[in-house]
């Protein structure tokens, strides 16, 4: 059984850009959840996929967007990146659907710098 | 708005005593609670879990309390080992909606050997 696996480990990008991060669920899980974990801080749910549609967002604008796939895995899309998205960004995935509850499991994340 | 709380940003404790890092909530709606242990340069990795149905879950050294009343839960890890030494993450969810979780600051255990 595979864990969740998160690509680029690191990335750097300047103010105004795009950026796409990668993430694939652990084996059997059909719901993939993202978060922001800024310096010092906790982690920040920014919206959750479940079977391929948006199942919940939280607090963040709408140039943050995402996209689940059919094998389960997900991107997560940042436009027009601004200093203040320097952050950790960790995806999760569990074994769930609407209303129910389950553990989710964490990737390693991506580090995202941004100049 | 911080709907989950960490108060104590640090621990230090010998080894081979107890370590009770605490966590307050404010949300009455949350039913579900984890606790997530944190190494540098790695995601968080589930510890440890208990339902609103329970006010206690224990799995080896490690024990999960919760007092509902007072909105408060209690990680508890007994003998601790310098291999504990991490940040721990609580977060709590609720039945309704996208089931994500809400995370505390963290504490940082640091197990003196």
């Known amino acids: 059984e595979t864990g969740v696996t998160q690509s680029p480990t690191h990335l750097i990008k300047t103010r105004g850009q795009q950026v796409t991060l990668r993430c694939s669920s652990q084996s059997g899980h059909n719901t993939v959840s993202w978060y922001q974990q800024a310096l010092g801080q906790g982690p920040q749910f920014i919206f959750q996929?479940?079977?391929?549609?948006?199942?919940g967002r939280g607090n963040f604008p709408p140039r943050f967007s995402g996209l689940q796939f059919p094998n389960y895995s997900s991107e997560l899309n940042v436009n027009a990146l601004e200093l203040d998205d320097s952050a950790l960004y960790l995806c999760?995935?569990?074994?769930?659907?609407?209303?129910?509850?389950?553990?989710?499991?964490f990737g390693p994340g991506t580090r995202l710098t941004v100049l | 708005d911080q709907q989950v709380k960490q108060n104590s940003p640090s621990l230090s404790v010998q080894e081979g005593r107890i370590s009770i890092l605490n966590c307050d909530y404010t949300n009455s709606m949350f039913d579900y609670f984890l606790w997530y242990k944190k190494y540098p340069a790695e995601g968080p990795t589930f510890l440890i879990s208990i339902s609103s149905i329970k006010d206690k879950n224990e799995d080896g050294r490690f024990t999960v309390f919760l007092n509902k009343s007072a909105k408060h839960l209690s990680l508890h890890i007994v003998p601790s080992q310098p291999g504990d030494s991490a940040v721990y993450f609580c977060?709590?969810?609720?039945?309704?909606?996208?089931?994500?979780?809400?995370f505390g600051t963290g504490t940082r255990l640091t197990v003196i050997p």
């Open positions: 999760a995935s569990s074994l769930a659907g609407q209303g129910a509850i389950d553990t989710q499991y």
């Open positions: 996929y479940y079977r391929e549609e948006e199942n």
């Open positions: 977060a709590a969810s609720a039945k309704s909606g996208a089931n994500n979780l809400f």
